[in-house]
């Protein structure tokens, strides 16, 4: 046999039990990792609304007590109406409401937007004034380590808290990430719809902007209803 | 015979201290500067290591003998990216949270030059058992490096230790300070170094 043909079975072989093998460690860990996934994705939404600290480690149990006890999910249509679960059409968009002293504190607003290699999935909770944003997270992104990827930091997150995405006569505006410093780049009217950026990313920065904006502006009706008190 | 002249014994531990893999041959630098900040990173990337590093010399070293000259990096490439991959995903099912944390660098494994440093020197070219000796050997003495310096970190960086506050409050109330550089990049390079200077002195008798 020559050794052409002996390399490409020998490489042939390999790449078949290697393949095999990932195949069946992945889809036994499936189910594993879809839990941590969702629990992950819970304990955001406790994060967004200050319900959690993030950094401590709490178990499982903690987490599923203090979402079922504080938040639940809703689905709103187009108009910023609530529709029942049963009846939610394709265009529909979900939300999760935190209420305390039954009632409504923040409402939470599911984010996906652009990165600059991937997407970037989190949650913004916004006060139940409809105008002022009382947390920001981040649970799944690609962007770098050290730059881009700071965006799951605290620092980061943490200057969103208190923004408005209204501006002084109180149109909407989203909020957006600054290049570089807020108190040095943004003019003082608008600070407050602004967070400092990352050096070293201010491409993230622009996509997480931009998808920032998109997500706020479909949630905009349902805002606008809780800034005009019509829901409680 | 005495234990310590035995091939097994050298085998093992001389890559734990005299011939280590980051202090004494300056590998794998790059994923030591970037997970221990804190000890608890560390610890994991160092078992991750030490697993993919021991299993990836003895399956070449088992295939040793058929493995194609012309194809032989591919060849490893591809175990170690199995067995890196295989970690990553058990690290995603039972310790997701360490798992983000350490984000690309479980991948990263892969390119780790101690890996394929030992397959190509040492697996390819001995029988598997003293290549599992030499993986793990190899692998601990990353591994010391790797809990040191993170210790060093955390330590010095956050007055902590596992997440645990070891310095008391009554130090910061008296003026005590973190020291902000040991959590930058730069503070492991200064600790790498001190540690290299250390062993250089140490082991030069």
Request: net charge positive; hydrophobic share 45%.
């Amino acid at each position: 046999m020559s050794n052409y043909i002996k390399s490409i079975l020998f490489a042939a072989v390999l790449s078949l039990v290697c393949g095999g093998l990932l195949t069946l460690a992945s889809t036994g860990l499936k189910e594993y990792q879809f839990k941590n996934i969702e629990l992950d994705k819970n304990k955001n939404i406790l994060k967004s609304v200050g319900l959690m600290d993030g950094e401590d480690s709490v178990s499982q149990k903690t987490v599923e007590q203090l979402y079922s006890k504080n938040i639940r999910q809703i689905w709103i249509n187009v108009d910023g109406k609530i529709v029942p679960e049963q009846r939610k059409g394709k265009n529909d968009l979900p939300v999760y409401l935190f209420s305390q002293q039954e009632k409504i504190q923040a409402y939470i607003i599911p984010i996906h937007s652009r990165g600059l290699w991937g997407k970037i999935s989190g949650y913004m909770a916004i006060k139940n004034d409809g105008a002022t944003i009382s947390g920001f997270t981040v649970y799944s992104h690609q962007e770098t380590p050290g730059l881009g990827g700071e965006i799951e930091k605290k620092w980061f997150q943490k200057n969103f808290e208190g923004k408005k995405i209204l501006d002084d006569q109180g149109n909407f505006v989203s909020i957006a990430i600054a290049k570089g410093s807020v108190k040095e780049r943004i003019p003082e009217s608008r600070q407050k719809n602004f967070v400092d950026g990352i050096s070293g990313a201010s491409m993230t920065g622009k996509f997480l902007s931009a998808g920032l904006k998109q997500t706020l502006t479909e949630y905009e009706p349902f805002s606008e209803r809780y800034r005009k008190n019509e829901i409680k | 015979m005495k234990i310590t002249k035995t091939k097994a014994f050298n085998v093992f531990f001389k890559p734990i201290w005299e011939s280590n893999p980051i202090s004494g041959q300056i590998l794998g630098i790059c994923s030591a500067l970037a997970v221990t900040v804190q000890l608890k990173t560390a610890v994991v990337m160092s078992l991750a290591l030490t697993f993919v590093l021991a299993f990836s010399n003895l399956l070449i070293s088992l295939m040793r003998k058929f493995i194609p000259r012309n194809i032989r990096i591919i060849v490893e490439l591809t175990v170690i990216a199995t067995l890196v991959i295989f970690a990553d995903q058990v690290l995603k099912a039972f310790l997701y949270d360490i798992s983000k944390q350490l984000s690309v660098f479980v991948g990263l494994i892969i390119t780790n030059c101690i890996i394929l440093g030992r397959a190509e020197t040492y697996a390819l070219g001995n029988p598997p058992f003293h290549s599992l000796l030499d993986g793990i050997g190899n692998g601990l003495g990353y591994s010391q490096i790797l809990i040191t310096v993170g210790v060093l970190r955390e330590f010095f960086g956050a007055g902590k230790l596992f997440g645990f506050q070891v310095i008391p409050d009554t130090f910061y109330a008296a003026g005590y300070e973190n020291m902000g550089l040991m959590v930058l990049a730069p503070g492991a390079f200064i600790a790498i170094g001190l540690i290299v200077w250390l062993q250089k002195t140490v082991s030069k008798e």
